[in-house]
């Protein structure tokens, strides 16, 4: 019996290093998710270590080679719009990261404080626009703070979520009465004019946090290279490799 347990928690733990080295893209993107056109894109993800790593979009197929730690990045060339669902996909001996009905168009990103974060279920005619807001060339990734900016003091579930990389928790999603209620208000609206505008798909990237101080959405270089902004500086928060501008 004994064994026989330690032979099923070998083979466990061979398949758990196996999936912990299957490709994977970084949780930035996502099925159903909007690349911008018009500009080089950096794609990005893990695999094991030190091996090749093919990833293909359409006609293009980049080939890379993971760091010592798992990490790869490919650079896909500028294209057109695109309002008929792709596969990106990353393929590295055999095993294979699939992300399905990728469009390509505007990408604009949603931050800032509470005025941001105000939901679209929270406006005064919340009712009628959800139920118009099925549009499959609109796309949203509503990134939802698992922490908030208050008067209490954070309880353990909370610190867990500011010294970890998952803050912010959501996925794409193609714009519906099923998906755009808890998204945010100003992004959905905006990304709902420029569709009208453009006419080609558009992603809206939603990251805000209500009370944050306006230092966090800065990048580092710019605070640091100007004098200006030296106040902003407190605290040592900067030197933070998990803050916004890290």
């Known amino acids: 019996m004994r064994l026989h347990t330690s032979c099923i928690l070998a083979a466990a733990i061979a398949l758990n290093a196996a999936w912990a080295d299957a490709p994977r893209f970084d949780r930035i993107f996502g099925s159903h998710m909007v690349l911008p056109h018009g500009k080089n894109i950096p794609v990005s993800g893990t695999a094991a270590p030190n091996r090749e790593i093919t ?55 949603a931050s800032g404080q509470s005025n941001m974060l105000f939901r679209l279920n929270q406006t005064t005619t919340a009712k009628e626009d959800i139920a118009a807001s099925g549009d499959d060339q609109l796309r949203l990734l509503n990134n939802v703070p698992q922490a908030h900016t208050n008067n209490a003091p954070y309880s353990g579930k909370d610190f867990d979520a500011v010294t970890t990389d998952n803050f912010y928790k959501g996925q794409w999603a193609a714009s519906s009465p099923a998906t755009s209620g808890p998204m945010t208000a100003v992004g959905y609206y905006f990304g709902k004019k420029l569709r009208e505008g453009l006419g080609i798909p558009v992603g809206i990237i939603h990251s805000s ?7 966090a959405w800065i ?7 100007n004098n200006s902004f030296r106040t902003l500086r407190g605290n040592h928060w900067l030197d933070s490799p998990l803050s916004p501008t890290g």
Do not use: H, Y
């Not at 946090?209 to 230092?215: D, H, Q, R």
């Open 55 to 109: 990833v293909t979009f359409g006609n293009t197929a980049l080939k890379t080679k993971t760091d010592s730690k798992g990490k790869w990045s490919v650079t896909l060339p500028p294209m057109p719009p695109c309002g008929t669902g792709q596969t990106l996909a990353a393929v590295q001996n055999g095993d294979s990261a699939k992300l399905e009905d990728v469009l390509v168009g505007e990408v604009w990103l």
């Open 219 to 225: 990048p580092r270089q710019v605070i640091n290279a």
């Open 209 to 215: 946090l209500g009370g944050s101080e306006i230092a």
